[in-house]
């Protein structure tokens, strides 16, 4: 049979291959398009090593134990301010109700799900256990977390879900 005889949509060898050929394409192309998305969204892992966040699990219950120790009274405030800035007001107490001095303070607004968006409040002292900080921040739910420092050595953390309107 020539190619004259041939019926005009009977199947050939070179129609299945381009078909096939087109198939997978189609198929790589979607793939490529769904892995550069997933990359490019990622923010990021809550740890990079999780041996190594197995190994400080013990130093890290023992810290907890010596901030429940003393027994500090420590407040954070945030809310935004008539510029549209959010406000971030810290204030410390020991047991007695009395400011505790002599402390640095770093606070840190660590977005849930996107480690790329977390912002660094850059902390005053304003006062003996006060602490005042702004930053832009966008609105939504937030992971405030607030470390306190005698020295060198981290005495105090704090992390809670806070929600800026």
């Known amino acids: ?67 429940e120790a003393l027994r500090w009274k420590v407040n954070g405030h945030l809310a935004r301010d008539r510029a549209g800035e959010a406000v971030l007001d810290i204030t410390v107490a020991d047991a007695q109700g009395q400011p505790v001095g002599g402390l640095t303070a770093d606070a840190k607004l660590a977005h849930p799900a996107d480690e790329r968006l977390d912002h660094v409040i850059a902390l005053s002292r304003s006062g003996a256990g006060q602490f005042h900080g702004q930053d832009q921040a966008q609105r939504g739910q937030w992971d405030l977390i607030i470390d306190l420092y005698r020295g060198d050595k981290r005495v105090f953390r704090s992390q809670s879900r806070v929600t800026l309107q």
Do not use: P
């Not at 050929?21 to 809550?46: H, P, Q, Y």
């Open 1 to 67: 049979m020539d190619k004259s005889q041939r019926q005009r949509g009977e199947m050939t060898g070179l129609k299945v291959l381009i078909w096939l050929l087109a198939f997978f394409g189609v198929v790589f192309a979607v793939n490529g398009v769904m892995v550069k998305a997933a990359i490019s969204t990622f923010g990021g892992v809550e740890t990079s090593s999780s041996y190594q966040a197995g190994l400080k699990f013990e130093s890290e219950v023992a810290r907890a134990e010596q901030q």
